[in-house]
């Protein structure tokens, strides 16, 4: 059974930082991508960041470069993901997902967490 168990979510300060983990269960995870998503009360979901677990590759969105960093650890079938310099647009519930790497490269992020409420005050 795949389980995405997200955590480090809270409460903080408008300049401050915050590291999600997503800690990941059930499949091979090196042939997995593990995206971040978020979604805000009243906005669409999303994606913020995400890590080929194969070869490491990244991905940020533009509201995030350069204040947000993806990391694995292959190890610990874990996902970090450092945010800096929060702001209030960056408050909503983060999902972080798990996709197979296809052939072609393309993931489809099918298996996903509860989701961690992170809440940036002003």
């Known amino acids: 059974e795949v389980q995405l168990v997200e955590s480090g979510g809270g409460l903080v300060q408008a300049g401050g930082s915050l590291r999600l983990s997503c800690a990941a269960s059930?499949?091979?995870?090196?042939?997995?991508?593990i995206g971040w998503f978020r979604q805000a009360p009243g906005k669409k979901r999303e994606g913020v960041s995400s890590i080929s677990n194969r070869d490491g590759d990244t991905y940020y969105a533009d509201s995030v470069r350069g204040r947000a960093t993806i990391s694995g650890d292959n190890a610990k079938n874990t996902v970090y993901l450092q945010m800096n310099n929060l702001n209030a647009e960056d408050t909503a519930v983060y999902y972080c997902?798990?996709?197979?790497?296809?052939?072609?490269?393309?993931?489809?992020?099918?298996?996903w967490g509860q989701g961690t409420q992170v809440t940036v005050s002003s």
């Open positions: 059930g499949f091979t995870f090196d042939a997995y991508a």
């Open positions: 997902a798990a996709g197979a790497i296809r052939s072609s490269g393309r993931v489809s992020f099918d298996y």
